[in-house]
Structure formats: structure tokens, C-alpha cells
């Protein structure tokens, strides 16, 4: 094993700072890193400049991401020479690729490197590297059945929270790498779902988001769990209720009526879905491995509009997927027409060793994709812009959550951002308030606290 470069655990400061990269599971697995921490006597930080250790939660899903975190490492490596007590940790998906772990190693800027399997060990882990100046890397190959639900998060928001009911995926989309670093799909029980989120109602929090790769999946592989649209009635039935209940991510082909259903009937289920689409053409959907087609997508869409008239759809869009033609990239404008979404990723493809896209011949050029990318967002923004501007006028209950340069900031309950001014009158942060909208934007709303509810 390599010595450390924590040449002065003496010099160690128990002050941490985590960087977290990509999706929603990973940041809220940085809030339970952070709860690890704080039990063993770190404080927060506030930067990467003054902290005495780094933590990257990294992300494998593209290779920016990826790029993203050498950099970084590169100025951690830099840093170290300024301060020996500095420790380096690196987790989350990169480390659990063969070929990206390497590369990490390569940086010789981590102390620590940990996967997405192991989170909870994270302690002793770092115990171990500073009791023996010992770079340490414990990658595990799969999960070992313990349920991470328990460890107490450090939430960055009091009033908001993720939680995890699944972790995995069994999907195997083509391009994604997601199954192979994160594992086979498994689903927490109902009541350790629900004891977790009584445990978050009793310390204040207000709108929680249910986590999974893909949520409407929950329960399928287990025989004693409700599926997903009963554990929704469950949570939406909490007492004291919690006003406001999201989910993500869900999969196209998994989305029941009795999901719908279950949002249509439940005040306290937001009325957003995120529900990535992913390509507008079936060879395309097909050879990504999706499982539905275009016209399955778009009747999904109808049959949630008929029950669920306001609901807010947004998707993600991949531009550039192997052997995309102009016809195939037309189809998904095609259907961004068709479909309306209130906003929308937008992705160029990565080519991520170890899937099946990797093999596929027909690369599109890089000039291709590019124009393609710009054509998607010209689309897409404008009708973004009309459903904004369809809330002008309305009322619409927003949770605030900051305030900067006298203007309040905060979330409606169609996960649309909020901006309305600051009035002088008693700060909304952290309560949900009714906002009238003057204006509607690309992607976000401008309006008016309002005093009484007509909505
Ligand atoms: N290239 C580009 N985008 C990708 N995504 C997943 N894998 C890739 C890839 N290899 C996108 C998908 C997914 C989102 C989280 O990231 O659109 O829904
Ligand atoms: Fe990746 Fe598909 Fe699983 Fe989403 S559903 S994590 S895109 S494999």
C-alpha cells in the first residue's frame, strides 16, 4: 500500500467540506456523509480552501462529469502541498468503474476512496487512513443488505428532504452506466420508509422527495411490499400530513393508472412528474433500450392530463445517441411539440465504457450532435416559456426558501422556481405561501405574495 500523504494527522482539522456531483441520490447521500461526519465531531467548513477534509461524491453518467472531478483533484493535489493535515475522500460512482478508480489512483490526490456500496463504512474508513497514514480504497462490489436509511442526514434545506426507497436499477438503458456502478435494484420496507419520514415531519420538515433510478418500480422484486402507488397513499396519509410529497425519477414503462390515479387522489402529492422521454424516435427508444415508444410516451402523457389537469411534465432528452439520423432527431422535436414539457435536460450523448451503446457503430459526428443540441433547446424553450406564461395570473402555493437582493425564492408546487419580492412583512422562509403570478418566464415564475388564499 502507498504511504499517505497525510504526513501530519496532527495537523488534521475536524472540518469538512463535501462536493457533490450529479444526481438527486447522490446529494442527498452527500446530507448522510455529512451526518456520518457530524457525528464524529466535524464541523462544516463553508469551501474546499479552509476545510481539513475534502469529500468528492462523484457522478460516472457522462464524461463532463467525470472531467469535472480530475480537475478538481488536480487543485486538491496542489492544496496538500499548502496543508499537510488535509485529507482528500473520494466516493460515490467513479471510484466503483475499474478503469475510472485507476485513473483516480493515478491523480494521487485521494486519501480515501469508497464506493456507492460502502457510504455507511465512510467513518471507519477515515479513521483508519488518519491512524495509519495509509491511503485507503475500499471499493465493494455489491451492497451487503444493510439498509442506509438509518444513518441521520444533515439536510442542507431544514424544511426539505430526499429519501431513498430504492436503490439500483435493473433497467439497463443502453447508454447508462447507472446499473453497473450502482448495483441490482432493491426496495426499502414501507415501514422503514415510513418511520424515516415521520422521524422528518416531527423535525419540521415540509416537502419530501421519494428517491429511487426508477421509483415506479418500487416493490416489484419483493414480495412482502406494497408497489409504488399504494406506498404513495401511505405517505400521503401520514398524520400530522406532510403538505407536500414529490418522487423521482420514473420510467415510462412502468408508470401505472394506478399511479395517476393515486396523484389525482392525494392534495399533498405535488403536481409535477419528471419523466424523462429520453428520444422521440422508436428505432432510437429501441435501441436504447427503453421499452416503450413514442406513441406509448405520448399516451402516458394524455391519460395524466385527463386526471391530472395541472400537472407539470419534464423530461430529459438524450441528443446524438448512435446511429441517430436527422429523421430520428426530427421525431423528438416531433414529439417536444407534441408533448409540451415544462422544462427539459437536455444531454449530448457519452459514450460510457462497459454499456452496450459503447459498442454500437454509427458515432454522430460531434458537429452533428452540436447543432442538433442548439435545434432541441430552441424548441423546447419557447413552449417552456407559454406554460409560464399560462400561470399568469394565478395563484399558486409556493415554498420559499431564501431571500437575495429583496427578492424572495422558492419552489410552487409544480417544481417551478419562484421569485417574488420581499414586502417587509413577516418572512415566509420555510413556510409554504400562497403567489400570485405577474409574469411568467422561461423556467420560472415572477409574482406577488398575496394575504388570502383564493385558490
Ligand atoms: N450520455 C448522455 N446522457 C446520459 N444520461 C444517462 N446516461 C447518459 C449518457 N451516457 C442522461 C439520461 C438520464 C439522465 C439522468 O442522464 O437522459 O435520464
Ligand atoms: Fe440509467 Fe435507465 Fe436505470 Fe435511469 S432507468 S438509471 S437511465 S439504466
Known sequence: MARNTIKAVDKHKKTYHIISFGCQMNAHDSEKLAGILQGMGYTPAGDETTAGLVVYNTCCIRENAENRVFGNLGYMKYMKQKNPGLVVAVGGCMPQQEAALEKLKETGAADILFGTHNLHTFGSLLEQALDTGIKVTDIWQEWDGSDRGYISAVRENPWRSGVNIMYG?????????????????????PDEILDEIRALINDGVVEIMLLGQNVNSYGQKSNDGAAFPELLRLVAGLKPALPRIRFMTSHPKDLS??????????????????????????????????????????????????EVPDITVTTDIIVGFPGETDDDFEATLELVRQARFGGAFTFLYSKREGTKAAEMDCPVPENTANERFARLVDTINPIALEISKSWEGRIVQVLAEKLEKGMFTGRAGNNMPVHFPDNGASSPIGSIVPVKITEGRTFFLIGEQCYQNHE
Open 257 to 306: 393508472l394506478e399511479l395517476i390515479h393515486a396523484i389525482r387522489d392525494c392534495e399533498n402529492i405535488c403536481r409535477h412528474i419528471h419523466l424523462p422521454v429520453q428520444s422521440g424516435s422508436d428505432k432510437i427508444l429501441q435501441a436504447m433500450n427503453r421499452k416503450y415508444t413514442r406513441e406509448d410516451y405520448l399516451s402516458l402523457l394524455s391519460a395524466l392530463r385527463r
Open 169 to 189: 436499477c435493473d433497467n439497463f438503458c443502453s447508454y447508462c452506466v447507472v446499473p453497473l456502478v450502482r448495483g441490482r435494484e432493491r426496495s426499502r420496507k
